[in-house]
């Protein structure tokens, strides 16, 4: 079986209210990737915010971010795209990271495309209703075609999202066109809590995704639960070939202690020693994912 790629996914756009340890600013998000390389991700997902937790959308936040990373870590980097509106052209939501891949200093290893577009309001069970109404995260066929092309020019490799089945068709669609390489790195975005439009983070919504996969493609599928914890499934993944994507950016794990993100690596790298498999370096991810 391919060694295990764990990402850490150390801070979306969460608050600290749940767990204090999520990174913000510069300095804390490159300490914190430095830490969760040394627990054994090979990847780290980030999004730069300011010293009180603020998005920040700015190249010169991303460039400090990035720099920072490679100064103290060999581990692969995968920023967020940076856009300050997902409504903005497929150019410009994309000009950040295309622009940071112009200087080698600067440059990210992975670029994300979310392979369809999707309601993002909240539900608040409790009260039964939703706390926004107009939310859609849109990304338009047009959009993704774009970024394809634009990502491959740059030299940075697709990192694939997939929310539900039609994001994974859509995908499959632009292997078809010759858009998407193979090897291709697929995230799957299970959400629990107060996200609709994900599969639930349980065995069935993820075994609804894997039995979409075809056989005559070469595709490294990964999982991710936001608004719930992975852990539950982390022993399925390892066990079934996947890779594993966590990180208080998608759950605070407040109800186990309150850990970093190095010590969410650090228990799925010892789940996977536990479980007979290996756990990939960034070296390991370049060469299994045929990346320059
Ligand atoms: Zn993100």
């Known amino acids: 079986m391919q060694k295990l790629i764990i990402e850490a996914r150390i801070n979306e756009y969460a608050n600290r209210k749940a767990n204090p340890h999520v990174p913000w600013s510069a300095s804390e998000i490159a300490e914190d990737a430095r830490r969760c390389r040394e627990a054994g991700a090979a990847i780290v997902h980030f999004h730069a915010r300011d010293e009180r937790g603020q998005p920040e959308h700015s190249r010169a936040a991303y ?83 774009h970024f394809a092309g634009a990502i491959s020019a740059a030299g940075m490799k697709h990192y694939v999202v997939s929310w539900s089945l039609g994001f994974t068709r859509q995908a499959l669609a632009f292997m078809d066109m010759g858009l998407l390489p193979e090897p291709l790195f697929l995230l799957f975005v299970l959400t629990d809590g107060n996200l609709l439009a994900g599969h639930p983070g349980t065995a069935a919504g993820l075994d609804a995704h894997l039995q979409m996969l075809p056989d005559d493609r070469h595709i490294e599928w990964a999982v991710c639960n936001h608004g719930g914890d992975i852990r539950g499934l982390a022993d399925k993944i390892i066990d079934e070939g996947g890779h594993i994507a966590l990180g208080l950016g998608d759950y605070p794990c407040s109800e186990s202690g309150l850990p970093d993100n190095a010590a969410l690596v650090a228990e799925v790298a010892a789940r996977a020693a536990v479980l007979g498999r290996d756990v990939a370096s960034p070296d390991d991810v370049r060469q299994l994912l045929a990346m320059a």
């Open 63 to 145: 460039a400090d971010i990035i720099r920072r990373i490679r100064a103290d870590s060999d581990v692969l980097i995968h920023p967020t795209l940076g856009a300050a509106s997902h409504d903005a052209p497929a150019e410009q939501r994309i000009e950040t990271v295309l622009s940071l891949a112009r200087d080698d200093t600067t440059r990210a290893d992975f670029a994300p495309m979310d392979m369809g577009s999707a309601n993002l309001d909240f539900y608040d069970p409790k009260s039964r209703r939703f706390l926004s109404t107009d939310t859609i995260y849109k990304n338009s066929t047009a959009t993704l075609q």
